[in-house]
């Protein structure tokens, strides 16, 4: 016996080809929509997308935060002295913004 499948449709109990890559029976068969082909973006453009919502779209404090000295500095420590998000260092004068 071929294998098949149900019809996507709810309440529709048709059988379609297993091979076959509309998952619809053939009455249901216009409510196909294919998938669009996936195609990963280039090292350049996924950096020059992240510039662009750096430069215009990112929060402008958080992003002075993230590239001043203190926090990559905080971030370079080992993993056992990681900071939690509601801790704060008093002696470097890093406090998480309070939403």
Do not use: G
Not at 39 to 54: C, D, G, H, L, V
Request: charged share 30%; aromatic share 10%.
């Amino acid at each position: 016996m071929a294998r098949v499948k149900i019809c996507r449709k709810p309440d529709c109990h048709n059988t379609t080809p297993y091979e076959q890559d509309n998952s619809y029976c053939e009455i249901h068969k216009a409510m196909y929509r294919p998938k669009p082909e996936f195609k990963p973006k280039s090292s350049y453009e996924r950096k020059r997308q992240q510039r662009e919502y750096n430069a215009n779209k990112r929060d402008k404090e958080a992003n002075e935060f993230y590239h001043n000295k203190t926090w990559k500095h905080l971030s370079q420590q080992d993993s056992s002295n990681k900071l939690c998000s509601h801790a704060s260092v008093v002696d470097v004068q890093v406090q998480p913004k309070v939403i």
